[in-house]
Every structure is written in structure tokens, then in C-alpha cells.
T-cell receptor, first 118, second 114 residues
């Protein structure tokens, strides 16, 4: 069965600290997609990144970076020099790629609440 | 602007009073789905639709109905809401990009059943 685990329920840091949000996933599919979403206090889901299972290149976007390691089934997210505006709930999610059993479902982790204090 | 539009954003209702949450997308996506978000549980799929007139249950379909009479609309129907359906609901549509699938989410509907 597919599963996504975000073991960190809440993280609190002081502004300008670096912080890493962990995501571990389980799937038997060889082709799949991984996502990170940000949910600010206003409640909407903001797409951050999509990574397919064949692309293990790490990615950097400004202060955000993602480390994808198939060997450990992890897709961790690091915010460098955190800011108060980064305070939000962050979700990691997994989706299967296709086939007759494809329900198109996104499997979400439980979410990590990040609080960045000034 | 390409988007998924949900209405209403906020709704307070009483137990047993039928309600519909609307979802509309303007991107001609075939696939649409509904999720509910509860504290500590992340988001869970309620129903999904592969295309017009093709709907199926997700992980938590009890107490909900959906319909897909046209491609752009995918309403979520609560025929007899109960307090345990108090939640934050998201509609999503799926698209195919060069590197695989992606999802566009609506802004969410915060439902309270008293």
C-alpha cells in the first residue's frame, strides 16, 4: 500500500535558521510522483514542487531546496534562512503514475506545522 | 486564468440539511476529485471522476455523493450532513505535464455542521 509519513508534527525555529522537513514514502510502483504543498493560515494549498521517480536530481529554488533519495524513499524539503512568512503547514504527497488501477489519488502525509519566530 | 473554483468558501449548516459544494474548472481537465482535510490526518480522497459520467469512491466516501454531468463541474453533495463531516474540503483537477501529472486545487471550503 502507498503511504507518506511526515514524522515531524510541529517545528519551531527562529528567523534565519535553516530547517528541514522530512518526508518518507512507501510505494510498490516503479513510476510515481512526489509533491510538496504549502498551506498558509489562509487555508489554500500552494504547489511547491513535483518530482517524478526517474528524476533524482536535487532541486533548488531560491531559499527552498529538495533532496530526493530513492534508496531511502525520502523526499526532504529544506528552507534556508527561514522567514516569518514561511510559517505554514507543509504537506508531502505521493501519486501513482498510471495503469488500470490508477485512481489518480494523491496520498498525503499528515503535514508538518512550521512556526518561524521573529 | 486557469483555475479551480469552489463555492462557498465558508459554510455553517445544521445537521440533516442537504447542501452542495460546487467545483468548477476552466482547463478542460478530464480528471477531478474531492478531498477532505482533518487535523492529524492530512488530506483524504472522498470521490474522484475520470471523465464525464465516470465517478468512483475514494477512501472516505460515506455520507457524500457526487455527479459529473459535464466536464467542467464536479459538485459534492451532502444529503444529510452530520457533525463528523465538519472539515476543510478541497476540489482538485489533474493535468498531464511534460514530466508527468500535476494537480490544481481549489481554494477550499470550510464546512461546519452543528
Amino acid at each position: 500500500a502507498q503511504k507518506v509519513t511526515q514524522a515531524q508534527t510541529e517545528i519551531s525555529v527562529v528567523e534565519k535558521e535553516d530547517v528541514t522537513l522530512d518526508c518518507v514514502y512507501e510505494t510498490r510502483d516503479t513510476t510515481y510522483y512526489l509533491f510538496w504543498y504549502k498551506q498558509p493560515p489562509s487555508g489554500e494549498l500552494v504547489f511547491l514542487i513535483r518530482r517524478n521517480s526517474f528524476d533524482e536530481q536535487n532541486e533548488i529554488s531560491g531559499r527552498y531546496s529538495w533532496n530526493f533519495q530513492k534508496s531511502t524513499s525520502s523526499f526532504n524539503f529544506t528552507i534556508t534562512a527561514s522567514q516569518v512568512v514561511d510559517s505554514a503547514v507543509y504537506f508531502c504527497a505521493l501519486s501513482e503514475a498510471g495503469g488500470s488501477s490508477n485512481t489518480g489519488k494523491l496520498i498525503f502525509g499528515q503535514g508538518t506545522t512550521l512556526q518561524v519566530k521573529p | 486564468e486557469a483555475q479551480v473554483t469552489q463555492n462557498p468558501r465558508y459554510l455553517i449548516t445544521v445537521t440533516g440539511k442537504k447542501l452542495t459544494v460546487t467545483c468548477s474548472q476552466n482547463m478542460n481537465h478530464e480528471y477531478m476529485s474531492w478531498y477532505r482535510q482533518d487535523p492529524g490526518l492530512g488530506l483524504r480522497q472522498i470521490y474522484y471522476s475520470m471523465n464525464v459520467e465516470a465517478t468512483d469512491k475514494g477512501d472516505v466516501p460515506e455520507g457524500y455523493k457526487v455527479s459529473r454531468k459535464e466536464k467542467r463541474n464536479f459538485p459534492l453533495i451532502l444529503e444529510s450532513p452530520s457533525p463528523n463531516q465538519t472539515s476543510l474540503y478541497f476540489c482538485a483537477s489533474r493535468f498531464r505535464a511534460a514530466t508527468g501529472f500535476g494537480y490544481t486545487f481549489g481554494s477550499g471550503t470550510r464546512l461546519t455542521v452543528v
